[in-house]
Nanobody, 122 residues
Framework: QVQLVESGGGLVQPENSLRLSCAAS????????MGWFRQAPGKEREFVAS???????RYADSVKGRFTISRDNVKNTIYLRMNSLKPEDTAAYFC????????????????WGQGTQVTVTS
C-alpha cells in the first residue's frame, strides 16, 4: 500500500511558475513508477509526466519543454516543476504510483493522491 500526499498548488498568473511535491509513505518507493496526471472540470484525467524507478522521464506533448518531473528516493518524494504556465494548465493535479514502467495511462497506476489545485489566471 502506498499513500501519496500532494502539495504546492495555488493561484498564479500566466507565464509564472509553480513546483508541486508528492510525498509517498512506502518504504519501497524507489521501486515504483511515479506519475503526475491532471483533470480539468468536465474533462477526463490526463497524463502529464512520469518518472521511472531508474529515472527515465516521459511527458505529454502539451507540457514538454515547460514542465520537469524529478524524484528523490531518499525523501520518498517526487516533484513537478511547472514553468511558463498557461490558463489551459488549470486543473487538479494528481500524483500516482504504479509498477508498470513507461505507462502513461491511468490504468497503469494503482495508487493515487487526493490532488492539488492549480489555477492559472490573470
Amino acid at each position: 500500500q502506498v499513500q501519496l500526499v500532494e502539495s504546492g498548488g495555488g493561484l498564479v498568473q500566466p507565464e509564472n511558475s509553480l513546483r508541486l511535491s508528492c510525498a509517498a509513505s512506502s518504504a519501497t518507493f524507489s521501486g515504483y513508477n511515479m506519475g503526475w496526471f491532471r483533470q480539468a472540470p468536465g474533462k477526463e484525467r490526463e497524463f502529464v509526466a512520469s518518472v521511472s524507478w531508474a529515472g527515465t522521464t516521459r511527458y505529454a506533448d502539451s507540457v514538454k519543454g515547460r514542465f520537469t518531473i524529478s524524484r528523490d528516493n531518499v525523501k520518498n518524494t517526487i516533484y513537478l516543476r511547472m514553468n511558463s504556465l498557461k490558463p489551459e494548465d488549470t486543473a487538479a493535479y494528481f500524483c500516482a504510483a504504479g509498477r508498470i514502467v513507461g505507462s502513461t495511462s491511468t490504468s497503469g497506476f494503482a495508487y493515487w493522491g487526493q490532488g492539488t489545485q492549480v489555477t492559472v489566471t490573470s
